[in-house]
């Protein structure tokens, strides 16, 4: 979490590709693709969805590799929040 934005990966394996992970805001919610760190689906405010693609950007890597995790069934290791 950070700025009041939730970020979250479910722990589902046979979740659906492409990776991606969830983002809340009040009552805005939407979907980021983590491969190209794009909002693929929902509705937040502009200022919100560039700090959670920013966020995205920083954590690519870490993201992908959380997204194994989930699809193995394994606890994701928790990413810095933006600052």
Known sequence: MFYGII????????????PHF????NEYKGTVDINNCEFIE???????LKLTL???ELHKEELLANWDLVMN????FKI???K
């Open 7 to 18: 970020v979250r990966m479910y722990f589902a394996p046979g979740e659906h590709n492409p």
């Open 22 to 25: 969830h983002v809340y805001y």
């Open 42 to 48: 929902g509705n937040l405010p502009t200022k919100q």
């Open 54 to 56: 920013a966020w995205a």
């Open 73 to 76: 069934g394994e606890q994701p």
């Open 80 to 82: 810095q929040p933006l």
